[in-house]
């Protein structure tokens, strides 16, 4: 269309060219016949000027469409190759965390630098972390269908856990946390009862607790122009300072993260969670409150909040269905119509206790099996736990004592939801392995002596 413009414009130019030089050879005097042929050339030119206007209007109305045609592709072919390359696979994921698992060493594949780049985690760092979720999940089944739900809405979007960090910080990623979390939740008895308090900051947690239980707090009848009575309500804080519990080193070999068939993810969050879920299971139940949690099982002297006395045994190497209906009895019913009041021993005391029946000679232990519903002991749910000790090594008030009742929301838990992983490079070096080593902080504490009763063996 510009070339049909380009002549037209030409022979316009001729014409007029030749209407000019008729002009001049007529010295203005133009015959009829030479005006005839002078106006036909004249006319010509006109309607030529007419449609090279037309035709230029169209070459640029057609280059404004290729215009936007060309930039409607290139935005559709960035879209797409944008999108293409912004979507993280799990793959990636275990790529990029094989990556900063073999920074600095010989065994560094290219792939997994370029999985690092696309998941946008930082290079040549030691340290990396993630975030438990933000709500505790409460079952091995609910780690499992919330990091789904993570993965699938934050698969095009971003590589990291929940909430926001330092760019390039938070590498850990989201099969690792899921592991984790699975193992603090398999070996967490206490956590899986107690009330969870997670946040981005370790700083010192005041719980505030609300105790107005005495009867010179009851409501009462009013007479007629007679002051009311005033009773405060009874507070008091219980403080949480979330303690830096450590999984120890993991050595893992460059072999096996390099080549493992399986996503090295959920191998080191594993190994972490096992050993971290442990250590603070134990520390939540009988901890000392000495440089870390208190838990609710210690002695009674460590805290003024610890289980309470439900029952007194008149053995310490059996069970007796009115003592253990004592303790059920002893917790307010208050309390034990709540959702995690709960009974909780070792494993070795529910064997000893699926034994026992009651005053009809019916085991106290019942399992509906018409409805599925769960294992229950009067009635009420137990969890076991393996830092509760057995019978047998139960002596006395001044022991650890091997059954407790009660509502386990009384027990506060507070922990900082970042997770921080460090590689140690070194350490293993001779040995062509690389350690890690994972950190986390939490604290807790029970708050309430009558929430939750224990079972207080005899001496002897």
């Given at each position: ?433 690389v350690a890690f080593l994972a950190f986390a902080r939490a604290d807790a504490s029970p708050t309430n002596t009558n929430a939750i009763k224990r079972w207080v063996p005899a001496s002897t």
């Amino acid at each position: 269309m510009i070339a049909s413009a380009k002549g037209m414009k030409e022979e316009r130019a001729k014409l007029l060219t030749d209407c000019q030089k008729m002009l001049e050879e007529a010295k203005g005097e133009l015959s009829d016949e030479t005006r005839g042929k002078f106006d036909e050339m004249f006319d010509r030119a006109a309607k030529l000027e007419a449609d090279i206007q037309r035709t230029e209007k169209l070459a640029e109305a057609s280059r404004a469409l290729e215009d936007v045609r060309e930039t409607t592709l290139k935005h559709d072919h960035d879209k797409q190759a944008r999108t293409t390359k912004d979507v993280v696979t799990d793959r990636d994921r275990d790529l990029a965390f094989r990556g900063f698992a073999l920074q600095g060493t010989a065994r560094q594949r290219p792939e997994f630098e370029q999985a690092m780049q696309k998941v946008g985690a930082a290079q040549y760092t030691r340290e990396a972390s993630g975030l438990l979720l933000p709500e505790p999940p409460r079952s091995v089944q609910e780690v499992r269908d919330r990091y789904k739900e993570q993965m699938e809405l934050r698969a095009t979007t971003n590589y990291m856990n929940t909430g926001t960090a330092t760019e390039g910080t938070e590498l850990v990623p989201n099969e690792a946390m899921a592991a984790y979390e699975i193992y603090l939740v398999t070996f967490g008895a206490v956590r899986n009862v107690a009330e969870i308090f997670r946040r981005r900051t370790g700083g010192t947690l005041p719980v505030p607790i609300i105790n107005d239980t005495a009867t010179t707090t009851l409501g009462a009848v009013l007479a007629e122009n007679t002051a009311t009575t005033v009773h405060t309500i009874a507070t008091y804080n219980v403080n949480l300072d979330p303690y830096k519990y450590t999984s120890h080193l993991i050595p893992v070999s460059i072999e096996l993260m390099q080549d493992s068939g399986q996503p090295l993810g959920p191998i080191i969050g594993r190994a972490a969670g096992i050993r971290i879920g442990r250590a603070q299971n134990r520390d939540f139940t009988v901890g000392t409150g000495a440089a870390g949690p208190t838990g609710f099982n210690t002695l009674s002297s460590n805290s003024t909040y610890a289980a309470g006395t439900g029952s007194t045994g008149s053995t310490h190497s059996q069970w007796v269905y009115s003592e253990i209906l004592t303790l059920f009895h002893s917790v307010d019913p208050a309390y034990r119509m709540q959702p995690n009041c709960v009974w909780m021993f070792n494993d070795n005391s529910l064997g000893e206790l699926k034994q026992l029946t009651d005053a009809g000679s019916r085991p106290i232990w019942h399992f509906d099996m018409a409805s599925g519903g769960p294992l229950t002991i009067e009635g009420k749910r137990y969890v076991l736990n393996m830092d509760m000790v057995d019978m047998s090594t139960a002596t006395g008030s001044s022991a650890r004592h091997p059954i407790a009742f009660g509502d386990f929301n009384s027990v506060k838990v507070a922990e900082c939801m970042e997770v921080t992983l460090r590689r140690l490079d070194e350490r293993y070096a001779e040995q062509g392995a690389v350690a890690f080593l994972a950190f986390a902080r939490a604290d807790a504490s029970p708050t309430n002596t009558n929430a939750i009763k224990r079972w207080v063996p005899a001496s002897t």
